[in-house]
Protein backbone atom coordinates (compact mmCIF):
# COMPACT_ATOMS: atom_id res chain seq x y z
CA UNK A 1 0.00 0.00 0.00
CA UNK A 2 2.91 2.56 1.26
CA UNK A 3 5.10 1.69 -1.31
CA UNK A 4 2.83 2.00 -4.52
CA UNK A 5 2.21 5.70 -2.80
CA UNK A 6 5.96 6.16 -1.74
CA UNK A 7 6.83 5.21 -6.13
CA UNK A 8 4.18 7.92 -7.49
CA UNK A 9 5.46 10.92 -5.38
CA UNK A 10 9.40 9.82 -5.96
CA UNK A 11 8.41 9.48 -9.77
CA UNK A 12 7.15 12.82 -9.84
CA UNK A 13 9.49 14.55 -7.51
CA UNK A 14 12.80 13.22 -9.31
CA UNK A 15 11.34 14.56 -12.67
CA UNK A 16 12.61 18.21 -11.20
CA UNK A 17 15.49 17.29 -9.51
CA UNK A 18 17.89 17.64 -11.98
CA UNK A 19 16.92 21.26 -13.08
CA UNK A 20 18.80 24.08 -11.27
CA UNK A 21 15.70 26.51 -11.29
CA UNK A 22 11.60 26.00 -10.82
CA UNK A 23 9.49 28.33 -12.12
CA UNK A 24 5.85 28.49 -9.79
CA UNK A 25 3.76 27.28 -12.82
CA UNK A 26 6.28 24.01 -12.50
CA UNK A 27 5.66 23.64 -9.08
CA UNK A 28 1.90 23.79 -9.51
CA UNK A 29 2.62 20.71 -11.93
CA UNK A 30 4.83 18.73 -9.51
CA UNK A 31 2.09 19.71 -6.96
CA UNK A 32 -0.66 18.67 -9.06
CA UNK A 33 0.85 15.59 -9.96
CA UNK A 34 1.37 14.38 -6.07
CA UNK A 35 -2.34 15.30 -5.38
CA UNK A 36 -3.44 13.31 -7.76
CA UNK A 37 -0.91 10.31 -6.32
CA UNK A 38 -2.87 10.61 -3.26
CA UNK A 39 -6.27 10.81 -4.49
CA UNK A 40 -5.72 7.85 -6.84
CA UNK A 41 -4.55 6.01 -3.56
CA UNK A 42 -7.88 7.41 -1.92
CA UNK A 43 -6.24 9.15 0.77
CA UNK A 44 -9.09 11.48 1.84
CA UNK A 45 -9.64 15.11 -0.53
CA UNK A 46 -9.10 16.59 2.89
CA UNK A 47 -6.41 15.61 4.01
CA UNK A 48 -4.77 15.72 0.69
CA UNK A 49 -5.86 19.19 0.06
CA UNK A 50 -3.99 19.94 3.83
CA UNK A 51 -1.11 18.09 2.54
CA UNK A 52 -0.74 20.05 -1.13
CA UNK A 53 -1.17 23.53 0.33
CA UNK A 54 1.16 23.16 3.32
CA UNK A 55 3.85 22.00 0.54
CA UNK A 56 3.22 24.80 -1.24
CA UNK A 57 3.11 27.51 2.07
CA UNK A 58 6.64 25.53 2.64
CA UNK A 59 8.23 26.06 -0.64
CA UNK A 60 6.51 29.71 -1.32
CA UNK A 61 8.74 30.00 2.10
CA UNK A 62 12.18 28.49 0.81
CA UNK A 63 11.63 30.80 -2.25
CA UNK A 64 12.17 27.46 -4.37
CA UNK A 65 12.19 29.75 -7.59
CA UNK A 66 15.80 30.79 -6.66
CA UNK A 67 16.94 27.43 -5.13
CA UNK A 68 19.84 25.34 -6.94
CA UNK A 69 18.31 22.38 -6.17
CA UNK A 70 14.42 22.92 -6.13
CA UNK A 71 13.84 18.88 -6.62
CA UNK A 72 15.71 18.27 -2.97
CA UNK A 73 13.55 21.11 -1.51
CA UNK A 74 10.50 19.63 -2.61
CA UNK A 75 11.57 16.26 -1.45
CA UNK A 76 12.66 17.42 1.99
CA UNK A 77 9.02 19.33 2.39
CA UNK A 78 7.52 16.09 1.35
CA UNK A 79 8.85 14.10 3.72
CA UNK A 80 8.49 16.27 6.67
CA UNK A 81 4.60 16.90 6.27
CA UNK A 82 4.34 12.93 5.45
CA UNK A 83 6.20 12.44 8.83
CA UNK A 84 3.74 15.31 10.43
CA UNK A 85 0.19 13.71 9.16
CA UNK A 86 1.43 10.06 10.36
CA UNK A 87 2.44 11.10 13.42
CA UNK A 88 5.79 12.42 14.78
CA UNK A 89 5.45 10.94 18.58
CA UNK A 90 5.58 7.17 19.01
CA UNK A 91 3.17 6.56 21.74
CA UNK A 92 3.25 3.24 23.65
CA UNK A 93 0.46 1.38 25.01
CA UNK A 94 -0.57 2.92 28.55
CA UNK A 95 0.55 0.28 30.57
CA UNK A 96 0.64 2.49 33.82
CA UNK A 97 -0.59 2.21 37.38
CA UNK A 98 -1.52 -1.34 39.43
CA UNK A 99 -2.01 -4.46 36.98
CA UNK A 100 -3.78 -6.48 35.74
CA UNK A 101 -4.44 -3.87 32.77
CA UNK A 102 -6.89 -4.43 30.32
CA UNK A 103 -7.05 -4.00 26.84
CA UNK A 104 -10.05 -4.30 24.51
CA UNK A 105 -10.33 -5.09 20.56
CA UNK A 106 -13.20 -3.51 18.93
CA UNK A 107 -14.07 -3.44 15.34
CA UNK A 108 -16.43 -4.72 12.09
CA UNK A 109 -16.44 -8.49 11.66
CA UNK A 110 -13.58 -9.52 9.73
CA UNK A 111 -11.25 -6.80 10.49
CA UNK A 112 -8.86 -9.25 12.25
CA UNK A 113 -9.40 -8.67 15.93
CA UNK A 114 -8.83 -11.83 16.71
CA UNK A 115 -5.30 -12.72 14.68
CA UNK A 116 -4.36 -8.88 15.99
CA UNK A 117 -5.34 -9.90 19.83
CA UNK A 118 -3.03 -13.26 19.91
CA UNK A 119 -0.19 -10.69 17.59
CA UNK A 120 -0.31 -7.92 20.07
CA UNK A 121 -0.37 -10.64 23.52
CA UNK A 122 2.90 -12.10 21.94
CA UNK A 123 4.92 -8.14 21.29
CA UNK A 124 4.17 -7.61 25.14
CA UNK A 125 5.53 -10.99 26.28
CA UNK A 126 8.36 -10.55 23.93
CA UNK A 127 8.65 -7.25 25.89
CA UNK A 128 8.63 -8.65 29.56
CA UNK A 129 5.09 -8.96 29.72
CA UNK A 130 2.87 -11.54 31.15
CA UNK A 131 -0.24 -10.97 28.94
CA UNK A 132 -3.52 -13.33 28.63
CA UNK A 133 -6.15 -13.40 26.17
CA UNK A 134 -9.87 -13.53 25.96
CA UNK A 135 -12.48 -14.20 23.71
CA UNK A 136 -15.79 -12.12 24.30
CA UNK A 137 -17.51 -13.91 21.02
CA UNK A 138 -19.99 -16.02 21.80
CA UNK A 139 -21.83 -15.58 18.66
CA UNK A 140 -19.21 -16.22 15.93
CA UNK A 141 -18.66 -20.18 15.84
CA UNK A 142 -15.97 -21.28 16.50
CA UNK A 143 -14.21 -17.70 17.45
CA UNK A 144 -13.15 -19.02 21.17
CA UNK A 145 -11.47 -21.75 19.42
CA UNK A 146 -9.79 -19.87 16.93
CA UNK A 147 -8.43 -17.37 19.33
CA UNK A 148 -6.99 -20.31 21.70
CA UNK A 149 -5.06 -22.12 18.89
CA UNK A 150 -3.32 -18.61 17.63
CA UNK A 151 -2.75 -17.44 20.90
CA UNK A 152 -1.08 -20.97 22.07
CA UNK A 153 0.99 -21.05 18.69
CA UNK A 154 2.09 -17.59 19.85
CA UNK A 155 2.98 -18.94 23.04
CA UNK A 156 0.59 -16.88 25.24
CA UNK A 157 -1.89 -17.83 27.66
CA UNK A 158 -5.45 -17.67 26.82
CA UNK A 159 -8.38 -17.60 29.40
CA UNK A 160 -11.02 -20.32 28.29
CA UNK A 161 -14.78 -20.69 29.84
CA UNK A 162 -17.69 -21.88 28.29
CA UNK A 163 -20.22 -18.91 29.31
CA UNK A 164 -22.91 -17.52 26.40
CA UNK A 165 -22.35 -13.87 27.86
CA UNK A 166 -19.60 -11.94 26.82
CA UNK A 167 -20.19 -9.72 29.72
CA UNK A 168 -19.51 -12.22 32.23
CA UNK A 169 -16.07 -13.79 30.14
CA UNK A 170 -15.07 -10.28 30.90
CA UNK A 171 -16.18 -10.28 34.47
CA UNK A 172 -14.54 -14.18 35.16
CA UNK A 173 -11.17 -13.17 33.21
CA UNK A 174 -10.49 -9.73 35.16
CA UNK A 175 -10.77 -12.01 38.33
CA UNK A 176 -8.88 -15.19 37.54
CA UNK A 177 -6.37 -12.76 35.99
CA UNK A 178 -6.02 -10.77 39.22
CA UNK A 179 -5.49 -14.73 40.61
CA UNK A 180 -2.84 -16.13 38.41
CA UNK A 181 -1.04 -12.55 37.95
CA UNK A 182 -0.97 -12.15 34.42
CA UNK A 183 -0.51 -8.14 34.22
CA UNK A 184 -2.61 -7.44 30.75
CA UNK A 185 -5.49 -8.86 29.71
CA UNK A 186 -6.49 -8.60 26.08
CA UNK A 187 -10.04 -8.96 25.03
CA UNK A 188 -10.98 -10.25 21.79
CA UNK A 189 -14.98 -8.80 21.38
CA UNK A 190 -17.29 -9.84 18.77
CA UNK A 191 -17.49 -7.97 15.59
CA UNK A 192 -20.24 -5.43 14.96
CA UNK A 193 -21.94 -2.62 13.43
CA UNK A 194 -22.03 0.66 15.42
CA UNK A 195 -25.66 0.45 14.55
CA UNK A 196 -26.43 -2.82 16.40
CA UNK A 197 -27.11 -0.80 19.44
CA UNK A 198 -27.42 -4.06 21.84
CA UNK A 199 -23.93 -4.66 20.82
CA UNK A 200 -22.36 -1.35 21.42
CA UNK A 201 -24.16 -1.61 24.76
CA UNK A 202 -22.19 -5.21 25.38
CA UNK A 203 -18.58 -2.95 24.20
CA UNK A 204 -20.03 -0.11 27.07
CA UNK A 205 -20.98 -2.64 29.98
CA UNK A 206 -17.10 -4.30 29.07
CA UNK A 207 -15.97 -1.27 29.64
CA UNK A 208 -17.36 -0.30 32.86
CA UNK A 209 -16.53 -3.84 34.27
CA UNK A 210 -12.92 -3.77 33.56
CA UNK A 211 -12.06 -0.23 32.96
CA UNK A 212 -9.63 -1.06 30.53
CA UNK A 213 -6.17 1.31 29.51
CA UNK A 214 -6.73 1.26 26.27
CA UNK A 215 -9.43 0.58 23.46
CA UNK A 216 -8.22 -0.19 19.93
CA UNK A 217 -10.13 -0.28 16.84
CA UNK A 218 -9.21 -2.48 14.66
CA UNK A 219 -9.64 -2.09 11.37
CA UNK A 220 -9.10 -3.52 7.35
CA UNK A 221 -7.43 -1.27 5.67
CA UNK A 222 -8.88 -2.04 2.47
CA UNK A 223 -11.89 -0.64 4.20
CA UNK A 224 -11.97 2.90 2.61
CA UNK A 225 -13.19 6.29 3.76
CA UNK A 226 -16.56 4.79 5.52
CA UNK A 227 -13.67 3.91 8.29
CA UNK A 228 -14.09 7.58 9.35
CA UNK A 229 -17.23 7.14 9.69
CA UNK A 230 -16.97 4.12 11.57
CA UNK A 231 -14.42 4.80 14.02
CA UNK A 232 -16.38 8.17 14.79
CA UNK A 233 -19.24 6.51 15.50
CA UNK A 234 -17.74 4.01 17.97
CA UNK A 235 -15.65 6.71 19.34
CA UNK A 236 -18.76 8.23 20.41
CA UNK A 237 -19.79 5.57 22.41
CA UNK A 238 -16.28 4.05 23.46
CA UNK A 239 -13.92 6.79 23.86
CA UNK A 240 -11.29 5.04 21.76
CA UNK A 241 -7.81 5.29 22.30
CA UNK A 242 -6.00 4.14 19.66
CA UNK A 243 -6.45 2.14 16.07
CA UNK A 244 -4.70 -0.81 14.31
CA UNK A 245 -5.08 -1.21 10.72
CA UNK A 246 -4.74 -4.76 9.15
CA UNK A 247 -4.29 -6.11 6.09
CA UNK A 248 -2.06 -3.02 5.04
CA UNK A 249 -0.19 -5.67 2.58
CA UNK A 250 -3.31 -6.65 0.80
CA UNK A 251 -3.99 -3.15 -1.24
CA UNK A 252 -1.68 -1.15 -3.29
CA UNK A 253 -4.06 1.93 -1.98
CA UNK A 254 -3.90 4.25 0.94
CA UNK A 255 -7.01 4.00 2.07
CA UNK A 256 -5.89 3.85 5.66
CA UNK A 257 -5.02 7.75 5.44
CA UNK A 258 -8.91 8.21 6.23
CA UNK A 259 -8.64 7.57 9.42
CA UNK A 260 -6.31 10.35 10.87
CA UNK A 261 -8.70 13.35 9.88
CA UNK A 262 -10.22 11.32 13.11
CA UNK A 263 -8.32 9.54 15.42
CA UNK A 264 -6.00 11.93 18.05
CA UNK A 265 -4.03 8.44 17.77
CA UNK A 266 -2.90 5.79 15.76
CA UNK A 267 -1.29 2.62 17.84
CA UNK A 268 1.11 1.49 18.34
Partial sequence: MFSSLSDKINSTIRKVKGRGRLTAQELDEVLREIKL???EADVHYKVTKSFINKIREKTIG???????????VISSIVYEEMVHILGEK?????LSGNPPFTIMMVGLQGSGKTTTTA???HLLRTKGRNPIVASCDPYRPAAKEQLSIIAKKANVAVFED????AVDTAKACLKFAKQEGKDVIILDTAG???IEEDLMQELE?????TSPKEILFVADAMMGQEAVNIASEFNSRLNLSGAIFTKIDGDARGRSGALHQKCDRTSH
Avoid: T, V
Fill in 37 to 39: SLL
Fill in 62 to 72: KEIEKSLSPGE
Fill in 90 to 94: NEALN
Fill in 119 to 121: KLA
Fill in 162 to 165: DSSS
Fill in 192 to 194: RLH
Fill in 205 to 209: EIKKI
